[in-house]
Nanobody, 116 residues
């Protein structure tokens, strides 16, 4: 059974940092690119970051470049999102997931709230 479970969200002040984790199981994690996306209240889901299966390449939305870092540990079947210099507009539910030829898999999400 495929599972991706996010954790690490919470309330943080503007300028602060959080590290999200995503534990994966039930599939060959090392064979898939992994993604983080987010959905803010009243907005569509946006892709935030992507990492290749080996972790040699990453890609970011313009809004988070230079502040967020995606990484992975294939030995632990885990992908991370380090978020620095957080802004109020980063407030959203963050999801991790991956795509196969047939469908996409996404977790339940973790809430990140940036507020003073």
């Amino acid at each position: 059974q495929v599972q991706v479970v996010e954790s690490g969200g919470g309330l943080v002040q503007p300028g602060g940092s959080l590290r999200l984790s995503c534990a994966a199981s039930g599939f060959a994690f090392e064979n898939y690119a992994m993604h983080w996306r987010r959905q803010a209240p009243g907005k569509e889901r946006d892709l935030v970051a992507t990492i290749t299966p080996t972790g040699d390449m990453t890609n970011y939305a313009d809004s988070v470049k230079g502040r967020f870092t995606i990484s992975r540990d294939n030995a632990k079947n885990t992908v991370y999102l380090q978020m620095n210099s957080l802004k109020s507009e980063d407030t959203a539910v963050y999801y991790c997931g991956f795509r196969t030829r047939l469908r996409e898999y996404w977790g339940q999400g973790t809430q990140v709230t940036v507020s003073s």
